[in-house]
């Protein structure tokens, strides 16, 4: 065989040998690439080992970070780990292809995600971004993280969460579409399970703790203790009435609760705030002693009298025979719940918590009642000198006087039982008798 022809066969048996090689790189191969240039638009021009084809990998499709100089990260010479993306031409050396390290590690990162999945492992990540509906991870591929699955109650600002690195459970994974949803309310839920376990098995009656205000409602408030809530009735916030748990506290708030009870089988641990507070009667002789008078505010309003908060959580009755000089068909006639009064002391009883209070003993005395009470006691003493039995009549008379008036009070109210109000009625009257 002459020269010629030995040449011509070398030289199809290499375009033959480049064919087979461009049949051999398929889209979706993972290959080996020698770096041998990096050209002026940031991308390097790479050799396919084993096929004498050269693939082009862009800057962007070097790494799953972001990549700002391509020549910082590799340089000519560097074998990489590639995967085909395309084929993106032909020439007269047989083609080139569009190769990507990026979509490489991106499947390694897949792969180990579906691994953890399917041993129901979580995995923990940064918080890159939030967007519309929920935040945008960086799991070594894009995680989505909805607004619901963010937390275990509705969070109001997501962007408290960008920058954090939390933990997350999968809860859907599909490579093939990039989808890769997790959540965050997953692993919250079940710490607080642990710790309400825990928190609960240690807390007893009696105990006094902190915690904090979770949220607010018509009936009371749910007091965080660090992993469990317990509920603080309304009748427990304060010794004073409370219309609106939200007229005394706020969500965030720090309190000191005493646990009340702990019900494990039904998930209830009662709190009382206003028992970690000092007892509002404490000291009330000091506060208030006989006599003295003091600013108060109109609570509430019965047949019988007004009762007037004069401290918070401290409550005197005002008799109605004490509202008035003049005579008054019901409180109401000329007070009203809300109202602010002057009140003055006429008795005090710490051991039963009973105060009684008077409007009247604060206002002048109008002049026809003096007047008239003047003619009565002439009258009275002109009776006295000509019937020996004038002190008898006067007696009964106060006695009914003193009857009539506290008839309508209760005992456990007026705080007088109705033998001090006679007694001190028939004791005025006989000294009254000595001085004359």
């Not at 041998?36 to 790479?46: C, F, P, S």
């Not at 009371?220 to 409370?242: P, Q």
């Not at 401290?311 to 000089?325: D, K």
């Amino acid at each position: 065989m002459s020269e010629n022809g030995t040449s011509q066969n070398s030289e199809n048996n290499e375009l033959l040998d480049a064919l087979n090689s461009i049949d051999n790189v398929k889209v979706g191969d993972v290959v080996k690439g020698e770096i041998l240039t990096i050209d002026d638009d940031q991308q390097a021009i790479v050799g396919i080992a084993d096929t004498g084809i050269e693939g082009v990998v862009p800057k962007k499709e070097l790494s799953t970070k972001p990549v700002d100089d391509i020549n910082s990260v590799i340089k000519v010479g560097d074998v990489l780990d590639l995967v085909v993306i395309s084929r993106i031409g032909t020439d007269k050396e047989g083609g080139s292809y569009l190769l990507s390290q990026r979509r490489l590690e991106a499947r390694k990162v897949w792969d180990d995600i579906q691994k953890e999945f399917e041993a129901g492992h979580t995995l923990t990540a940064p918080v890159t971004q939030v967007v519309k509906g929920g935040l945008v991870v960086d799991a070594g591929v894009r995680g989505f993280v909805p607004a619901s699955m963010v937390s275990d109650h509705f969070v109001e600002d997501l962007a408290q969460f960008k920058g954090q690195t939390l933990e997350f459970k999968i809860v859907e994974i599909e490579p093939s579409e990039n989808r890769l949803i997790l959540s965050h309310r997953a692993i919250v839920e079940k710490e607080r399970a642990a710790q309400k376990e825990e928190i609960m098995a240690k807390l007893t009656a009696g105990d006094i703790v902190e915690g904090k205000v979770a949220r607010l409602t018509s009936f009371g408030a749910f007091v965080d203790l660090g992993g469990v809530d317990g509920l603080v009735h309304v009748s427990e916030i304060a010794f004073e009435r409370v219309e609106k748990p939200s007229d005394v506290l706020k969500v965030g708030q720090d309190v000191k609760v005493k646990v009340l009870s702990v019900d494990p089988d039904r998930d209830r641990i009662s709190l009382s705030i206003k028992q970690t507070l000092p007892e509002p009667w404490d000291g009330i002789e000091d506060k208030a002693p006989q006599g003295s008078v003091l600013d108060g505010t109109v609570k509430r309003l019965t047949s019988f009298g007004a009762f007037v908060e004069v401290f918070p959580g401290v409550e005197g009755l005002v008799h109605i025979s004490q509202i008035s000089h003049q005579h008054i068909a019901t409180p109401a006639d000329v007070l009203k719940v809300g109202q602010e009064i002057k009140v003055k002391v006429l008795d005090v009883r710490p051991d039963d918590h009973r105060l009684a209070l008077s409007i009247k003993a604060l206002e002048e005395k109008p002049q026809s009642a003096d007047e008239g009470s003047e003619d009565r006691s002439s009258n009275n003493n002109n009776r006295s000198r000509s019937n020996n039995g004038g002190n008898n009549n006067r007696r009964r008379n106060n006695r009914n006087s003193a009857e009539t008036s506290t008839a309508n009070a209760p005992e456990e109210s007026t705080g007088f039982s109705l033998g001090d109000l006679i007694g001190d009625s028939l004791k005025k009257d006989m000294e009254d008798n000595e001085n004359n």
